[in-house]
């Protein structure tokens, strides 16, 4: 049975850090991708990051360079969002999702959730200005 599990949300302070957790088990592919994907109200969900279980490659989007960092624990079957200088417009539920039998990772379906088999419930992070 695929379990995959968020935490690490909360409230923080404009400038703040948190740090997100994904445990993700279950699947079978050993080739997979898994990504952090994000939904303010109003909005649709956007892509945020992901990596690659094959190269660990990583890709982000625009918004979120230099200020947020993917990483991975195989050891853990856990994958972590580093996020840093946040900003209100980084309120959102942040979602973590893993899609199956991905051999090469590219930035489009990094982005895409239609590509993701998986997905977790959600943890809501919240920056106060």
């Known amino acids: 049975q695929v379990q995959v599990v968020e935490s690490g949300g909360g409230l923080v302070q404009t400038g703040g850090s948190l740090r997100l957790s994904c445990a993700a088990s279950g699947f079978t592919s050993d080739n997979y991708a898994i990504g952090w994907f994000r939904q303010a109200p109003g909005k649709e969900r956007e892509g945020v990051s992901c990596i690659s279980s094959r190269d660990a490659s990583t890709y982000y989007v625009d918004s979120v360079k230099g200020r947020f960092m993917i990483s991975r624990d195989n050891a853990k079957n856990t994958v972590y969002l580093q996020m840093t200088s946040l900003k209100p417009e980084d309120t959102a539920v942040y979602y973590c999702?893993?899609?199956?039998?991905?051999?090469?990772?590219?930035?489009?379906?990094?982005?895409?959730?239609?590509?993701?088999?998986?997905w977790g419930q959600g943890t809501q992070v919240t920056v106060s200005s």
């Open positions: 999702a893993v899609a199956e039998n991905v051999v090469v990772l590219l930035f489009s379906l990094c982005v895409s959730r239609h590509e993701y088999d998986y």
